[in-house]
């Protein structure tokens, strides 16, 4: 069909409509390309010895054995890398403690060098012509370290006298972090009618992607130039990232991303397997490949959570709220990532105040180091630890003041009429009615019929237990994003984002928001964001940013190639630029029926630009990067129902609503994925994850033999709603929605699971709530 007269399907694509994502067929027919798919002419293979101990001195590395062995190309160490020029991993944080000297960042080789500090720690690095060459060799590597007494809790870690970590970090602290007005707070505690105290346990996680990562490195002789086949949340940052470790300018550093199967924090920045796989493809002059194991990854991908924090909230005699105070201690593991403590210092600050109306605020944290796993991001990275923290505080006020806690949050809530809202946090709520929020999630959950559940189920010996877990999270922090749009000989459009699809389904969405603004069939418009080589500037995927950051990218892009088009079209219809309109994807002659479609143009320009006057513009091809986007501010309420075997422990969620304001829905379809999938991820954190250290810091979850994920049987049907307040911070009105579904299941599940305990006078209980720990807590209850 003629490109004038193809048909744009304007309704079925437009923003707002549910349209499956594009990708999927490729994807459930096997047909994917994720990293351990690829493979280069010539690679070598490399596998990593790691420490078997949590802390030690590294007296020495006899690899001997290993360099002996045939088809094995090299084994290389902490001193090679040094050597080489190689730098430390970065910690690209800058946070200050509370006396405002800096925080400590103890340098992180990639190769443990002088110490080891956790099991699994990267020692050395054996590369051989295949991956069972590679690993029988790396298994005759010998370390010889003198172990070392370990800490594996930030208590034990920062009390007198500790083993220490690093000389950098005295006492083990990496920050001692604080916000807020410490005597306004204190002033405010002092008149308070009521104070409610409660210490929560954030529970550490695995993280586990479907993907474990994997990497293929190579170096070009010819222009000295790195390149990364690398599973990412962003190819750019990463690439930034890696030049500096490696001490070359960005340029000598190419980053590719493929298929990504899942990464939710984890794939953001650097590892330090992938330093010396950079090494040796210079070092060999040819690629090497290395892809982690579940075992490895378990003990060397990143960890998450792993928090205990005091909440004691302040109220007055009508309760309303008038100051809240968080203290406590952040387990950061054996080193700083790239974001540093960013989860427990100022996400904490940013979102712990959640939807309600908060004069005062003040946050100190301990963040400390110990001999486990590092800590990083996951899904939400201080969102939801902060949210869940809030409502068990609301929940446990209204217990010990006799208040129906609905009420108390209705009491406290931020109004729209107060909107924009300067929060205690220092961040503006620019939208939200929490309120009408919250009525929406009762009425769907139908919160007043709950009476009669909760009897049928005790009539079959069961406890039953409701939960609300209100949440607001402020996304991303500002940044730029790219938003390119290119227009193909074979007639596509492709845009090219510095965000990264590792799961979400970009494609789809990002083609409606093109689509809808320019009048491009869906169906022709592609997605890039693989090639560092191609992104100007990308923000990576993370903190719930893409919709709003991409989408505002495209469209500032779409405006531009309007305005180029407005150009080209009047020399075309032979009119004043001036005089042409855009719309539904033509450019028309105002008052005049002539016009000329946008693939029409391109068209033109590509296969008889010399028609052309010389003064028109011979491209319609944007390379744009839009200004700093502002944080959205998603909110929504969670109602949990779940009962309670209380002869063993067990639970099953047998209700779940989520009623969401993510403001403008692009694609709703996939927006409840998103929602459901955090959901999930919550509930298993809630109720199963459990990882355990012992006292000499063996990790002894490191499989799932050990470490529970939740199934789809743990899992009930949801009901979702929403309830928008656009958000008025960019043209879209989008806000993310990727991390809700953390926020609002924690505290909405352990709500629950605490209100049906309540019958034995159990007002908390920590995560994860195990069967064993459940019926642990009910026989203590009872003074068994």
Request: net charge negative.
């Amino acid at each position: 069909m003629d490109v004038a007269t193809e048909a744009w399907d304007e309704e079925r694509f437009a923003v707002g409509q549910p349209v499956p994502r594009h990708e999927d067929p490729v994807l459930l027919r096997g047909e994917g390309r994720y990293t351990d798919d690829l493979n280069l002419p010539g690679q070598a293979y490399m596998v990593v010895v790691r420490s078997p101990h949590a802390h030690g001195i590294l007296r020495g590395i006899d690899a001997d054995e290993a360099r002996a062995m045939p088809g094995v190309l090299g084994v290389y160490t902490g001193a090679d890398l040094a050597a080489a020029g190689i730098l430390p991993l970065a910690c690209v944080a800058s946070l200050t403690n509370a006396d405002g000297s800096p925080m400590n960042k103890p340098p992180r080789p990639a190769l443990a060098m002088d110490k080891v500090r956790f099991v699994g720690e990267p020692v050395a690095a054996v590369v051989a012509e295949t991956v069972a060459l590679a690993r029988h060799a790396a298994d005759t590597v010998v370390l010889d370290i003198e172990p070392l007494p370990a800490v594996t809790t930030p208590e034990s870690a920062a009390a007198p006298g500790a083993p220490l970590l690093y000389e950098e970090a005295p006492g083990n602290l990496a920050v001692e972090f604080h916000y807020g007005d410490a005597g306004k707070v204190a002033a405010a505690f002092a008149r308070a009618a009521h104070v409610t105290r409660l210490t929560a346990v954030n529970n550490r996680v695995v993280i586990c992607p479907m993907e474990p990562r994997a990497a293929i490195a190579s170096f070009d002789e010819g222009d000295g130039r790195y390149t990364l086949r690398v599973c990412s949340q962003g190819v750019h940052r990463m690439q930034n990232l890696l030049a500096a470790s490696l001490g070359v300018d960005r340029k000598k550093v190419r980053v590719l991303t493929f298929n990504v199967g899942g990464s939710f924090g984890l794939k953001g920045a650097p590892f330090p397997e992938y330093l010396p796989a950079l090494h040796a493809a210079r070092a060999l002059g040819r690629p090497v490949k290395w892809t982690d194991e579940r075992s490895g990854s378990f003990l060397s991908d990143h960890h998450g959570r792993d928090t205990q924090m005091t909440g004691e909230l302040a109220l007055d005699s009508h309760g309303r709220i008038l100051a809240l105070r968080v203290t406590g201690f952040a387990n950061l593991g054996a080193a700083l990532l790239a974001n540093g403590p960013i989860m427990s210092t100022n996400n904490v600050v940013k979102n712990v105040v959640s939807v309600y109306g908060t004069p005062l605020l003040e946050v100190r944290t301990h963040n400390v180091l110990t001999n486990t796993t590092p800590i990083g991001a996951y899904r939400g990275a201080g969102r939801p630890e902060s949210n869940y923290l809030m409502e068990r505080l609301i929940e446990t006020a209204a217990a010990e003041t006799g208040r129906d806690a609905i009420a108390l949050r209705r009491l406290n809530h931020v109004r729209p009429d107060e909107m924009p809202y300067q929060a205690a946090s220092g961040q503006t709520y620019d939208s939200g009615n929490f309120t009408a929020v919250l009525d929406r999630a009762l009425k769907l959950a139908d919160w007043d019929g709950f009476a009669a559940r909760r009897e049928e189920s005790r009539a079959r010996g069961r406890l039953r237990g409701r939960g609300v877990g209100q949440y607001l999270e402020g996304t991303a922090p500002p940044g730029k994003e790219m938003g390119g749009i290119r227009f193909e000989t074979d007639g596509t459009v492709t845009i090219i984002s510095g965000t990264l699809d590792y799961g979400q389904g970009h494609a789809t969405p990002f083609a409606q928001v093109l689509s809808a603004r320019l009048g491009i069939p869906f169906d022709r418009i592609r997605l890039r964001q693989c090639d560092s080589d191609e992104i100007v500037f990308g923000g990576g995927t993370g903190g719930s940013r893409s919709i709003t950051a991409s989408g505002t990218a495209i469209l500032q892009a779409s405006e531009l190639v309007i305005e180029r088009g407005k150009r080209i079209a009047s020399a075309v219809l032979e009119a004043a630029a001036e005089d042409i309109e855009f719309a539904r994807g033509r450019f028309t002659i105002a008052g005049t029926d002539r016009s000329v479609g946008l693939l029409e143009l391109a068209a033109l320009l590509r296969d008889n630009a010399g028609a052309l006057p010389d003064t028109a513009p011979r491209a319609l091809d944007v390379t744009h990067v839009a200004d700093p986007i502002t944080s959205t501010w998603p909110n929504g309420c969670h109602v949990a129902e779940l009962e309670v075997d209380p002869d063993t422990g067990s639970v099953r969620i047998v209700r779940y609503t989520a009623v969401n304001d993510f403001g403008v829905l692009v694609n709703p379809l996939l927006v409840e994925g998103q929602v459901h999938g955090g959901v999930a991820q919550g509930i298993g954190q809630a109720l199963l994850e459990a990882t355990v250290y012992d006292r000499d810091g063996q990790f002894l979850t490191g499989s799932y033999m050990d470490y529970a994920l939740p199934r789809a049987d743990h899992l009930p049907n949801f009901a979702t709603g929403s309830e928008p307040s656009p958000a008025t911070t960019n043209p879209l009105g989008t806000k993310g929605c990727g991390e809700a579904g953390c926020a609002g299941s924690l505290p909405a599940v352990m709500n629950a699971l605490v209100d049906a305990l309540s019958e034995f006078g159990v007002r908390h209980i920590d995560m994860p709530a195990t069967p064993e720990r459940i019926w642990r807590t009910i026989r203590e209850a009872r003074g068994v």
